[in-house]
């Protein structure tokens, strides 16, 4: 998500209503190796933490190791936390499901001997329990989003709040709305209960980078973040410092998953 390219919004917001596996070409000898998992599009807030090194270590699998985010506005991060409202979804066989709120954890790895890094989830909250990953906790979830659209520039109010298996997550801010930056790229996301296991996100998005590189900005007029209990406990420690923070008013995505 982070090699943005300025696009005029409107096609932007155009193209996301879409779905995007209409707008991919026929697939590659690699990409028929993999198995269509669904769609769904969502409204996301992205926070990057430089956290404990030592303590995220003891979340990395065998034959894994810790990395750090290498560019855009999250670089020198190595901790990623992923607050999603979905709007809806679609699976496999063509049907609508139930949108889930849900908040995710996770950091930047790579496999012993290999510089790919790829992103590896290690906790979550969200109602709809463990999910593909296998790595979230059963939890209850509120969340209040506002936009106030004046002459006066745009002002975004969110409030989170996640609580179940012993672990609390909740985010409180105020944000100005800035220019919106626009990318259409691949992540490949892994397991850290099952790194055997991962999926393909191929995906559409409109990025706010509110805060970026650890530098204050004024655009964040407010900001209080908490995460307590069970793993997330070990992680936030108070030692970590918050380097970005992303806002995704508009983010649709294609999950497909690799074929043994």
């Known amino acids: 998500m982070f090699k943005a390219h300025h696009l005029d919004v409107a096609l932007v917001l155009a193209a996301l209503a879409a779905p995007i596996i209409s707008m991919l070409p026929m697939p590659t000898a690699a990409e028929a ?62 049907k609508v499901g139930a949108p889930y709120r849900y908040v995710l954890f996770g950091f930047p790895v790579h496999h012993k001997g290999s510089d790919q890094d790829v992103l590896m989830l290690f906790d979550g909250l969200s109602r709809g329990g463990a999910g593909p990953y296998g790595i979230a906790e059963q939890a209850t979830d509120n969340v209040y989003r506002s936009v106030q659209y004046s002459s006066a520039p745009t002002i975004v109010k969110e409030a989170w709040t996640f609580e179940g298996g012993g672990e609390m997550v909740s985010l409180e801010t105020e944000f100005e709305r800035g220019p919106l930056n626009a990318e259409k790229a691949e992540s490949h996301v892994y397991s850290q209960l099952k790194p055997s296991f991962s999926r393909i996100y191929r995906y559409n998005e ?48 294609d999950i497909f998953v690799p074929t043994p």
């Open 33 to 94: 190796a993999e198995t269509f998992s669904g769609s769904n599009a969502d409204v996301r807030t992205i926070l990057a933490y430089k956290a404990s090194d030592a303590a995220l270590r003891k979340f990395v699998p065998e034959g894994w190791e810790l990395s750090t985010f290498k560019e855009g506005p999250s670089a020198g991060a190595n901790l990623q936390v992923e607050l999603v409202d979905q709007l809806f979804a679609i699976g496999a066989d063509g």
């Open 206 to 253: 409109a990025a706010d980078v509110v805060q970026a590189a650890g530098s204050k900005s004024d655009r964040l007029h407010s900001y209080t973040f908490k995460a307590t209990g069970g793993k997330l406990a070990t992680v936030f420690d108070g030692s970590e410092s918050l380097i970005s923070v992303t806002s995704l008013p508009a983010y649709s995505r």
